[in-house]
């Protein structure tokens, strides 16, 4: 790394790349922000759809294709991208070299397909920007060093690996270049009203990704947070605007000292929405013994490889609920009742097929009842909710899918306005 000058990682997702045309606007934006004397780590994503296309292509030659075929396939989507742009700056006159996860030591579990970045070296990335290269790594891939097969880190994993590199290499910040303008109080699609937020806090980011904003990887929000990195959620296409910054800082409620109901009222970041959820209802037939820790368990661990993080309750002595979407909910059904998971459960049932999971995102939540109250009647009058999940940063509103665009707005106007 060339000492005394600053380091940013900059991320560009699929549609930032999508085409030779947005790949050569992504060369010339490197090379600007290299030319104001900043080292760039540059993390990039498969062109456009590239990782369905391929997918797509996989599951024609087989309905089940190997796990470890189709990392090795997908990773070659990133790989195409990171040689491409590496080219464009060499036109642009500029040092540069492309790395794949595994060059650049981003070292996973074994989990192909979903796989957890344990660590990463990043020698390879150091000695080339001490050289005075920009570096551009493929996202979205790893290795294990345990089967010293290459993986990948679950779809959209290219946040994750920008702000993992960012985090262990030292940043200044993390740029993830988008095909959005940054964080909005709503999705605008469903809320024409709904505002870009200038900053946020962590704690509300991590909340939103998993309550199913499709902006930033949960798991990337989850490593920014806990690394304290300041990172920025942009439009690649107007590269020149402001984004949204989300930085460690609670502080950062700006809407804080700006609250006309005080300062101690709960604060309403923003809403987003899963549709297609329903509840997975397990009965073990009993609530203690080793039989149900395994199951559970079991139960627990496919989800994550399904990429589910669900609002779970039990319901009973014996009854655990997990609010899944319907697919998923299906496949556990089928893997619980073929005794995959360790003993087969007394009864499984899906229920409420086609519930939206709205999420309302703030903090506060529980010293402010009159908060809760309104979202409970903004709700009530917009749909008919059927399930309530209240904890500090979110609420968690289940309503039928078909209600749930009436109902974020009605909780948009109601907490937000
Ligand atoms: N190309 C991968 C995907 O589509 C990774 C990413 O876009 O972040 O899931
Ligand atoms: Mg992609």
């Known amino acids: 790394m060339i000492e005394d000058m600053e380091f940013v990682v900059q991320k560009y997702g699929g549609t930032s790349v999508g085409s030779l045309d947005r790949i050569r606007q992504v060369a010339d934006h490197v090379a600007s922000t290299r030319a104001q004397g900043v080292n760039v780590v540059v993390v990039v994503s498969a062109m456009g759809e590239q990782t369905d296309d391929l997918i797509a292509m996989a599951k024609e030659l087989s309905p089940n294709p190997p796990r470890r075929e189709v990392d090795m396939l997908l990773t070659a989507g990133e790989r195409v991208t990171m040689a491409l742009l590496s080219i464009a700056l060499h036109e642009r006159g500029l040092k540069s070299v492309s790395l794949t996860g ?71 910040r993390c740029e993830l270049y988008k095909d959005v303008d940054g964080v ?113 368990a079991g139960i627990l661990e496919s989800l994550w490889h399904h990429g589910e993080a669900p609002v779970i309750n039990q319901q009973s002595s014996g009854t655990m609920r997990f609010m899944v979407t319907v697919k998923t909910a299906g496949v556990i059904q089928s893997e619980l009742s073929a005794g995959r998971m360790g003993s087969v459960p007394k009864s499984t049932k899906i229920s409420l097929p086609g519930t939206a999971a709205i999420g309302v995102v703030g903090n506060g939540f529980l010293q402010s009842p009159e908060t809760v109250a309104k979202a409970m009647a903004a709700a009530r009058k917009a749909g008919t909710p059927v399930f309530w999940d209240v904890r500090n940063q979110v609420l968690t509103i289940g309503v039928k899918d078909e209600d749930s665009g009436a109902v974020v707005r009605a909780l948009h106007d109601a907490l937000i306005g």
């Open 184 to 296: 909005f109080t709503a999705d605008p699609r469903i809320v024409p009203g709904a505002r870009k937020i200038a900053a946020m806090p962590w704690y509300a980011m991590s909340e939103l990704a998993w309550a199913g904003a499709g902006v930033l990887h949960a798991r990337a929000a989850h490593v920014a947070s806990r690394f304290g990195l300041a990172v920025e959620i942009r439009s690649s296409f107007k590269p020149q605007v402001r984004g949204t910054i989300v930085e460690p800082s609670t502080e950062l409620d700006v809407a804080m000292s700006t609250d006309k109901n005080g300062m101690e009222h709960a604060l309403v970041h923003a809403i987003t929405c899963k549709q297609h959820m329903c509840f997975l209802e397990v009965d073990t037939g009993t609530a203690e013994g080793d039989a149900t820790g395994n199951l559970h």
């Open 102 to 172: 595994s060059q650049s030591g981003i070292l996973t579990d074994e989990n192909h397909g979903n796989a957890r970045i344990e660590k990463i070296l990043g020698d390879r990335i150091r000695h080339a920007l001490s050289d005075g290269a920009i570096v551009i790594v493929a996202g979205f891939q790893g290795v294990s060093p345990k089967t010293k097969e290459v993986t990948t880190l679950g779809r959209g994993g290219s946040d994750l690996s920008a702000v993992a590199l960012a985090s262990v290499l030292g940043a200044s």
